[in-house]
Each structure stands twice: as C-alpha cells, then as structure tokens.
C-alpha cells in the first residue's frame, strides 16, 4: 500500500492514512446536513417555479429524489401550520390541575409545620 489518499477497488475502498475501510464509510462521511432555511428557500423555489427540480438540483449539487422528496415533505406537512393544537387546551386543564395540587400540598404542609410546633416537637429541616 505505497499510494496516499483512497485506492479504489471494486469491492472495497481504503485509505492508507486513515481508519475508513470501506466505500459505506467513505460515502457517511461525506455526508452534508442542511438547514431547515435552506430546505424551504429551495422547495419555495420549486414550488413557484422560479427553478425547475433539474437546475436546482445541478445548481445546489443535490439530487433530484431528494429535492423531491424534501419537496413532498414539505407539502405535507403544509397543513399542521394552520391546525388548530388540540393538545394545547388537554395541557392547560392538566397545568391547572397540578396548580391546584402544589397549592393544597402547600397548605398541608403549613399545617402539618404547625401541629408539630404548637406539641413540643420540632421538624429537624424546617424552613
């Protein structure tokens, strides 16, 4: 293994100086992450027409399946924007309630702090 750099075989590629082993590796490493910003302003893009899925696929160096399927992605989810969040009123109510509870521990507790002042005995963590 005299060369430097990748050695291309068909059933496995190596690096002389590294640790990558074999073509999986090599193609997860160069694996690129997107924001969220980017994904839409090229969706937006396709959507309006302004680039058709080949330029911008060409132009941003990425696949067209994945602009495609960012795209469906995309319209699918379209709609949870405009839903309305029906967890939001279950999470109020049990918000209320846990209010409701710490109030009422509060209040034992309190009462509890007093009883033990008013027989003789005191807490050995009072606050």
Same mark, same amino acid.
């Given at each position: 293994?005299?060369?430097?750099?990748?050695?291309?075989?068909?059933?496995?590629?190596?690096?002389?100086?590294?640790?990558?082993?074999?073509?999986?590796?090599?193609?997860?490493?160069?694996?690129?992450?997107?924001?969220?910003?980017?994904?839409?302003?090229?969706?937006?893009? /396709?959507?309006?027409? $302004?680039?058709?899925?080949?330029?911008?696929?060409?132009?941003?160096?990425?696949?067209?399946?994945?602009?495609?399927?960012?795209?469906? $992605?995309?319209?699918?989810?379209?709609?949870? /924007?405009?839903?309305?969040?029906?967890?939001?009123?279950?999470?109020?109510?049990?918000?209320? $309630?846990?209010?409701?509870?710490?109030?009422?521990?509060?209040?034992?507790?309190?009462?509890?702090?007093?009883? /033990?002042?008013?027989?003789?005995?005191?807490?050995?963590?009072? $606050?």
């Amino acid at each position: 293994m005299g060369h430097q750099g990748f050695v291309m075989d068909p059933k496995n590629w190596t690096q002389t100086l590294g640790v990558v082993k074999s073509r999986k590796e090599v193609l997860m490493t160069k694996r690129r992450i997107f924001t969220p910003e980017f994904k839409v302003r090229v969706i937006l893009e /396709l959507i309006s027409g $302004e680039k058709g899925l080949m330029q911008a696929s060409r132009e941003y160096g990425i696949k067209d399946t994945v602009l495609s399927r960012w795209k469906q $992605e995309f319209l699918e989810r379209a709609t949870q /924007l405009f839903e309305l969040p029906q967890n939001d009123h279950h999470d109020q109510e049990r918000i209320a $309630e846990l209010e409701r509870m710490v109030g009422r521990l509060t209040m034992q507790l309190d009462m509890a702090k007093k009883v /033990l002042r008013y027989s003789g005995s005191t807490p050995k963590n009072s $606050e």
